[in-house]
Each structure stands twice: as structure tokens, then as C-alpha cells.
């Protein structure tokens, strides 16, 4: 009988669906050095941009209740903001503008803005934990975790300063468009967003290549 061979530790982990805490790939990889988690938010909108962050906190760190961001309430993510920032080892933001995003496409621009999340840490780390399933260009070492802001603490870190930084960007932005309800949809589809869009036309923070605006 033939024997299978076994998977290397460092890629079973990663093809475990269910790890045994929120902190478990931190864990494993606690011996190689500082962990960066990053995570992007606002891919789906029409409007506005993508920002994504990128958090290293210090190893062993719990932070009871965080987990990923669309599992938080609004008032939730905005009262862990302080205590990510103020107890993280660093963190970064990226952003890229609308007009970016309709020139690359939005994976790129995804991916692009966590590249540039992981380049503004003071604190160089020795391993990128990546939410989804692809990789950022950058010479550092790196795991790409499907479903990572549910699976890594510092996954979960980074996408919420991620969301509530946009968030709060899209509260600004109606003030500069008082026509468009930013602050209730922040750039999403939904039916208020469209009848917007049908009353008013796009303003120059809108997604033109994406769907409903490019017909």
C-alpha cells in the first residue's frame, strides 16, 4: 500500500478551516517573529475608495471580543479602534482613490493598498498574514488566509481600522455631496444609493467601470 506523503505543519494549518482559536495561526508562527495581519474594505461599493490597515500586535495579546469586523457593530468597531491603535507594536494604512481603482481594476487596487498598509508599519515584521486567497507583492514572508479577518486576531485587528477609517471617510464625503446619504450606505448599491445615482448622476468619487455605472 502506497503511503501518503505529509503535508508540511505550515500548510495543513492553512487548510484548516477550523483553527482552535482566533489566535492559533499567531501561535504557530509566534517563533519566527513580529506578525502583521492585513485586511482591506470597500471593494464592493460604487463610490469611494479602498483603504486597507495593517496591525502587528505584541505576541500572546488577547483582546477580548475582537473579532472580524462585519461580526461588530458599528459602536463596537469604533470602541476598539483606540485599543487596537494604542496597544498594537504599529500599524498602517493604505488607500487608493476611486479613479485608481477604475484604472486597475478592484483586486489590484485591493491589493495595492495592502501592499501599502504593510510598507508604512514602523515595525518590520517577519511574517504577513494576508485575509483572502491571494498574496501582495512585497519581499516579506507571507500566508494568504481565505475567511483570515475570522480566523486571525490580527487579521481581525487590521480590518477594523480598515472599516472604520473608511467609514468614517464616507461621513466626509456627504458633506462634500449633500445630495448622495454616504453616511447611512458608505458607497454601497443599495436602493437609496441607486435613486441617488438616478436623480443626481455620479459624483467624481464614484466607481465608473463598475456595473450599474458603466451601463
Same mark, same amino acid.
Given at each position: 500500500?502506497?503511503?501518503?506523503? @505529509?503535508?508540511?505543519?505550515?500548510?495543513?494549518?492553512?487548510?484548516?478551516?477550523?483553527?482552535?482559536?482566533?489566535?492559533?495561526?499567531?501561535?504557530?508562527? $509566534?517563533?519566527?517573529?513580529?506578525?502583521?495581519?492585513?485586511?482591506?474594505?470597500?471593494?464592493?461599493?460604487?463610490?469611494?475608495?479602498?483603504?486597507?490597515?495593517?496591525?502587528?500586535?505584541?505576541?500572546?495579546?488577547?483582546?477580548?471580543?475582537?473579532?472580524?469586523?462585519?461580526?461588530?457593530?458599528?459602536?463596537?468597531?469604533?470602541?476598539?479602534?483606540?485599543?487596537?491603535?494604542? @496597544?498594537?507594536?504599529?500599524?498602517?494604512?493604505?488607500?487608493?482613490?476611486?479613479?485608481?481603482?477604475? $484604472?486597475?481594476?478592484?483586486?489590484?487596487?485591493?491589493?495595492?493598498?495592502?501592499?501599502?498598509?504593510?510598507?508604512?508599519?514602523?515595525?518590520?515584521?517577519?511574517?504577513?498574514?494576508?485575509?483572502?486567497?491571494?498574496?501582495?507583492?512585497?519581499?516579506?514572508?507571507?500566508?494568504?488566509?481565505?475567511?483570515?479577518?475570522? @480566523?486571525?486576531?490580527?487579521?481581525?485587528?487590521?480590518?477594523?481600522?480598515?472599516?472604520?477609517?473608511?467609514?468614517?471617510?464616507?461621513?466626509?464625503?456627504?458633506?462634500?455631496?449633500?445630495?448622495?446619504?454616504?453616511?447611512?450606505?458608505?458607497?454601497?448599491?443599495?436602493?437609496?444609493?441607486?435613486?441617488?445615482?438616478?436623480?443626481?448622476?455620479?459624483?467624481?468619487?464614484?466607481?465608473?467601470?463598475?456595473?450599474?455605472?458603466?451601463?
Amino acid at each position: 500500500m502506497k503511503r501518503q506523503r @505529509r503535508q508540511p505543519a505550515s500548510q495543513q494549518l492553512l487548510l484548516d478551516p477550523e483553527p482552535l482559536s482566533i489566535s492559533y495561526f499567531e501561535e504557530r508562527f $509566534r517563533d519566527e517573529g513580529h506578525i502583521a495581519g492585513v485586511d482591506e474594505a470597500g471593494r464592493g461599493p460604487l463610490a469611494g475608495p479602498v483603504v486597507a490597515a495593517a496591525v502587528i500586535l505584541p505576541a500572546g495579546l488577547d483582546i477580548p471580543g475582537l473579532k472580524d469586523s462585519k461580526q461588530l457593530t458599528e459602536k463596537q468597531r469604533e470602541e476598539f479602534v483606540p485599543v487596537i491603535k494604542e @496597544r498594537a507594536l504599529a500599524w498602517g494604512l493604505g488607500l487608493i482613490e476611486p479613479w485608481e481603482i477604475d $484604472r486597475i481594476n478592484i483586486l489590484q487596487a485591493s491589493l495595492k493598498a495592502m501592499k501599502i498598509a504593510v510598507e508604512g508599519l514602523k515595525v518590520k515584521p517577519a511574517l504577513i498574514l494576508v485575509d483572502g486567497p491571494h498574496q501582495i507583492e512585497i519581499k516579506l514572508p507571507q500566508k494568504a488566509l481565505k475567511k483570515g479577518d475570522a @480566523r486571525s486576531i490580527t487579521i481581525a485587528a487590521a480590518s477594523v481600522i480598515a472599516k472604520v477609517t473608511r467609514d468614517r471617510m464616507m461621513c466626509d464625503y456627504e458633506k462634500r455631496y449633500p445630495n448622495f446619504s454616504f453616511s447611512v450606505h458608505k458607497g454601497y448599491g443599495t436602493e437609496l444609493h441607486m435613486k441617488e445615482l438616478k436623480t443626481h448622476g455620479p459624483t467624481p468619487i464614484h466607481r465608473m467601470t463598475f456595473a450599474p455605472l458603466a451601463k
